[in-house]
């Protein structure tokens, strides 16, 4: 049975729960289970602290994990990333009072406050920087008010708690996180389970990521519609009853349809779209 580490609170829990239901695999109906078995699908799901995930998953205790990028590079687990999810999107930066730094290089010297220790200290010694680093758990806006640090280091979303408490952001950023399929490391990347799993996932991100189209249209524009709608692979293609006419079908961006839908026209193209692609397997 494939064990799996969820997150059980936060930003991640809820849809990483719609992600894994999406996929086909129960999930628990009250916010105090910590341990459900899906045994339909051979698998059996574990509720966890988000921060603590790739800790379990890296003892080998658990086979794999969702977590944020972020959470697994700080807790400098035996862990890596196997697939991203595309939710939870989140930048991490530093941030000071208007003038005191515009560059990694500026923190010589300096004490950074963050959450995230292990990112931030691996980072400075990437850059060959010289600062200390204090742990803060929860909010770090007023680390610098209260003379605990110069810097912070946090999430930065919108940049208005930060505005509010009289700061901005500086530099490259230091990671771009979101949430993501983690495994020991060194585990068998070709575990039938796991790729199961891991292919369920992948068809509901194509599904959240495409539509389908179907359009007809004459034999001597199909060449223009085709470069409009390449597919993932290619589209299908059928010839119809009327002679010199055809019909194709193919997956296009959601976000692009009707812009498609416009420039096959404009080729003399009839197109709708059929639906979105929730049952996909790759």
């Known amino acids: ?3 799996i580490a969820v997150p059980n609170k936060g930003s991640l829990s809820g849809p990483a729960a719609d992600m894994l239901h999406e996929a086909g695999y129960q999930q628990r109906r009250e916010s105090k289970e910590l341990r459900i078995v899906d045994p339909a699908n051979d698998v059996e799901f574990f509720y966890l602290r988000p921060r603590d995930i790739a800790i379990y998953v890296s003892s080998g205790r658990l086979d794999i994990g969702i977590t944020g990028r972020d959470l697994l590079i700080d807790s400098g687990a035996d862990a890596e990333e196997i697939l991203p999810l595309g939710f939870a999107r989140s930048t991490f930066r530093f941030a000071s009072k208007p003038g005191e730094a515009t560059g990694v290089a500026d923190l010589k010297g300096k004490t950074v406050a963050t959450s995230y220790e292990g990112i931030v200290a691996g980072h400075l ?8 680093v204090v742990h803060l758990d929860g909010a770090v806006e007023t680390a610098i008010e209260l003379g605990v640090a110069e810097v912070i280091a946090d999430v930065v979303e919108t940049g208005t708690s930060l505005r509010n408490a009289g700061l901005e952001v500086f530099g ?5 996180s979101e949430a993501v399929v983690i495994r020991r490391t060194g585990a068998d990347a070709e575990e039938p389970k796991v790729q199961q799993f891991l292919r369920r996932l992948q068809g509901v991100l194509v599904a959240r990521t495409y ?28 010839p119809l009853h009327n002679e010199g006419w055809v019909a194709v079908r193919a997956m296009v961006p959601a976000k692009e349809a009707q812009r498609i839908m416009d420039d096959l026209y404009d ?10 692609i929730h049952a996909c397997r790759l």
């Open 172 to 176: 490259e950023p230091i990671m771009k």
């Open 211 to 238: 539509v389908m189209m179907d359009y007809d249209c004459r034999v001597e524009q199909l060449e223009k519609a085709v470069a409009l709608t390449p597919g993932l692979e290619s589209p299908t293609v059928s």
């Open 267 to 276: 080729i003399g193209a009839r197109a709708i779209l059929t639906t979105a």
């Open 125 to 132: 010694a990437e850059q060959g920087v010289d600062a200390s």
């Open 1 to 3: 049975m494939l064990r």
